[in-house]
T-cell receptor, first 112, second 108 residues
Framework: DTGVSQNPRHKITKRGQNVTFRCDPI?????LYWYRQTLGQGPEFLTY????????KSRLLSDRFSAERPKGSFSTLEIQRTEQGDSAMYLC??????????FGEGSRLTVL | AQRVTQPEKLLSVFKGAPVELKCNYS??????LFWYVQYSRQRLQLLLR??SRESIKGFTADLNKGETSFHLKKPFAQEEDSAMYYC??????????FGTGTSLTVIP
């Protein structure tokens, strides 16, 4: 296990298209987080899973965003009807109960 | 609501000089505070957490509940310390909130 893996690393799409990102956490980690990061900003919390349960979702997250974690393993983040404002780096992180977050390398989205 | 503030976006120091990266937080509960670091072309990683009270790579940070601060300090900066540093707060709901980050440059 080489750590948290995210795919694709880069995605360029046209406005209005749907995109999906995948995150494979460290295998024994039960918590999984999605963050969004734009230039000059820190990671912004989007949503959080404990096992397969989505426990929290940011109020900043519009209805166009949905995340799943079936079977408590990998997770997907889907953005429907993308807008130019969705262009950002999408980060996934996983953790055990210790609290330390282990981050993936991120998936960069560019919406034209 | 919780908030993490890092007032300095950019910080430059000379090699061997002391460095302090500021972090202030607001949270009504009892937070856990962390410093994360991102070196060039690497992923974000944990540098240290207040609960462990250890020194990592010569860095220390003390939680000051009175001033709601968690400043990161190192007595003698090294060139390899050049990186982006993020202060983070974990609330009782296990959510993590990050500051906007400070880009540290250590000048040779």
């Amino acid at each position: 296990d080489t750590g948290v893996s995210q795919n694709p690393r880069h995605k360029i799409t046209k406005r209005g298209q749907n995109v999906t990102f995948r995150c494979d956490p460290i295998s024994e980690h039960n918590r999984l987080y999605w963050y969004r990061q734009t230039l000059g900003q820190g990671p912004e919390f989007l949503t959080y899973f404990q096992n397969e349960a989505q426990l929290e979702k940011s109020r900043l997250l519009s209805d166009r965003f949905s995340a799943e974690r079936p079977k408590g393993s990998f997770s997907t983040l889907e953005i429907q009807r993308t807008e130019q404002g969705d262009s950002a780096m999408y980060l996934c992180a996983s953790s055990l109960f210790t609290g330390e977050l282990f981050f993936g390398e991120g998936s960069r989205l560019t919406v034209l | 609501a919780q908030r993490v503030t890092q007032p300095e976006k950019l910080l430059s120091v000379f090699k061997g000089a002391p460095v302090e990266l500021k972090c202030n937080y607001s949270y009504s509960g009892s937070p856990e505070l962390f410093w994360y670091v991102q070196y060039s072309r690497q992923r974000l990683q944990l540098l240290l957490r207040h609960i462990s009270r250890e020194s990592i790579k010569g860095f220390t940070a003390d939680l000051n509940k009175g001033e709601t601060s968690f400043h990161l300090k190192k007595p003698f900066a090294q060139e390899e310390d050049s990186a982006m540093y993020y202060c983070a707060l974990q609330n009782t709901g296990n959510q993590f909130y990050f500051g906007t980050g400070t880009s540290l440059t250590v000048i040779p």
